[in-house]
């Protein structure tokens, strides 16, 4: 029996990816870490998958190898019915990973025992959550003990566990039918994609003889018609393994909408627990774990040097917005490859217009450092912690620029303090030594960005708000 720690430096809510990775990062720090997890079942897809790209991610991470033994290579056939009729194979280079998420969630916390987690199951907090200091543990069992911890972190997924962070943003209401079918022999060795018009579905062979079908339909015609003739014609209207199926079970439904919440407490949350992204991408486990490790460095940071404990997490949340704000433009451009049921409600509704994008300035437009843009510190990632780093911001903005890519913004917003056009104001900048050693073409990239975000302004603008 694990024996229940008094004082620790870090306390996690919630077992399942980005919990037990964020707890074993910690942990290879020496820092002593309690991993509470409350052993519920989860009410997603059994069966998921990470994409064979997210191989760098996992390798940046320094968790490749935890995932790999966790996880499963996935040797099936991707195939997808999207945009056309005809089914298409998406090739790849490498295979990606097959998670049965029972099997995946129980070796990652392994791992992160391994690294010297103490971990409790079927263990919750009492809510609401301070951000640090003596948090109640329940047991199943009914008994409760208490512990006293440097910092409180809930990775407890899109519930948003206890002490739920406000929703800020969400994507059109989605609903996730989860139904185990008998197995379709033609594609047993394959995952198959396919739009139809009430939404999408994903088979994923289970290798037991049975298959797992995710239905992922408009929460609102589900609502006026009933899941079951929606599912039923979901079904009926697919050309895929899906069409194929016999002894349909349903095993759950559950809420697969895409949403960002923002704190309103001081509270750091990671994961899902913060921002669920669209399922279309595949993408969720990769993002819980490039979470955790943006968490585990603010969480290094916050213990170490706490005076500005909101800007650090003014700074994950940014870091986790903008996460999710590329997710979601990701995911409208699949939808919109999706033109034959462009009418149906679903479609209707996620087939967003493409943002449009502010066109570069005019070669010959005099440019000036917009009036309101004012200096700022902000928090930024260096190897295993955040460091301050200055910046520029203004109004509206919600951001403070420190760099672009590799580029730090002040010297460059510096060379327009006076009038220039583009190519002056980069040749100017360069004089900066910050700038000197960089390529010219990234120093104009950055001018740009400040461009687009209103930092930069025509000269005339910005004489005539004086
Ligand atoms: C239909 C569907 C299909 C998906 N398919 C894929 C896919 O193929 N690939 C992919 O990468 N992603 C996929 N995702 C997304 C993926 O499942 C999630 O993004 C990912 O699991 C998030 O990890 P997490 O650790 O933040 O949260 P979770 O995995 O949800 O883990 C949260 C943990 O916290 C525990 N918990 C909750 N409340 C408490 C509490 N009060 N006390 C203690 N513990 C608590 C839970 O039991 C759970 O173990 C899919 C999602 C859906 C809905």
Redesign the pocket.
């Known amino acids: 029996m694990t024996s229940i720690p008094d004082t620790v430096d870090v306390l996690i ?7 037990a990775i964020c707890a074993g990062l910690l942990a290879r720090q020496s820092l002593r870490v309690l991993l ?5 079942p ?1 009410r ?2 059994e069966q ?3 994409l064979p790209a997210a191989r760098t991610a996992l390798a940046r991470v320094g968790v490749h190898d935890a995932v790999l033994a966790a996880a499963a290579p996935d040797r099936l056939r991707h195939l997808a019915i999207w945009g056309g009729p005809t089914m298409v194979a998406q090739p790849a280079a490498e295979p990606g990973l097959r ?1 049965h ?1 029972p099997t995946f ?1 129980a070796g990652l916390r392994r791992w992160a025992v391994d690294c010297g987690v103490v971990l409790l199951s079927s ?3 009492a809510a609401p959550l301070p951000p640090s200091g003596r948090v109640r543990l329940r047991f199943a069992g009914g008994c409760f003990a208490d512990v006293e911890a440097g910092c409180v972190v809930v ?5 948003g ?2 002490s739920p962070a406000p929703v800020l943003v969400a994507g059109p209401e989605t609903a ?1 039918f ?1 139904v185990r079918t008998s197995a379709v022999p033609e594609f047993a060795e394959a995952a198959v994609i396919e739009a139809v018009p009430d939404g999408w579905l ?1 088979w994923i062979p289970a290798g037991d003889g049975s298959g797992v079908l ?1 239905v ?1 339909v408009d929460t609102a015609v589900v609502a006026a018609e009933g899941s079951r003739t929606v599912l039923a014609r979901a079904l009926q209207s697919a050309t895929g393994p899906a069409r194929q199926v016999a002894n349909v079970r349903l095993l759950h439904a ?1 809420r ?1 909408t895409a949403r960002l919440r923002r704190g309103t407490d001081a509270l750091l949350r ?4 913060i921002a ?2 669209d ?1 279309l991408s ?7 774990i490039a ?1 955790a490790d943006q968490a585990a460095a603010a969480i290094a940071t916050l213990l170490s040097e706490s005076a500005d404990a909101g800007g650090i997490l003014t700074a994950v949340w940014r870091w986790e917005r903008d996460l999710w704000r590329a997710h979601a433009a990701t995911a409208a451009a699949f939808y919109r490859q999706e033109e034959r049921f462009a009418e149906q409600p679903f479609w209707r509704a996620r087939r967003v217009p493409s943002p449009t994008v502010l066109p570069d300035p005019p070669a010959d437009l005099p440019l000036h450092l917009a009036s309101d843009a004012t200096a700022a510190t902000t928090w930024r990632r260096h190897e295993r912690r955040l460091v301050a780093a200055d910046g520029l911001t203004r109004p509206g903005l919600d951001d403070v620029l420190t760099h672009v890519r590799f580029v730090p913004v002040p010297p460059v917003a510096a060379a327009f303090t006076v009038p220039r056009t583009l190519a002056a104001g980069v040749a100017e900048a360069g004089r900066d030594p910050r700038l000197f050693v960089l390529p010219p073409r990234a120093v104009l990239d950055a001018a740009l960005v400040l461009w687009r975000q209103g930092l930069l302004i025509p000269a005339a603008t910005a004489v005539a708000r004086r």
């Not at 595949?282 to 819980?288: H, I, N, P, R, Y």
């Open positions: 809510v919630g077992g399942g990816p980005a919990g509470v997890d409350d052993g519920r989860r997603a897809s998921e998958t990470i998670l998420r969630d263990c919750s907090p990775a407890a997924g899109r519930s566990g206890p996730a989860c994903w995710s992922l559950t697969a990671l994961g899902d627990a669920t992204v399922p595949s993408q969720g486990v990769e993002k819980a979470s």
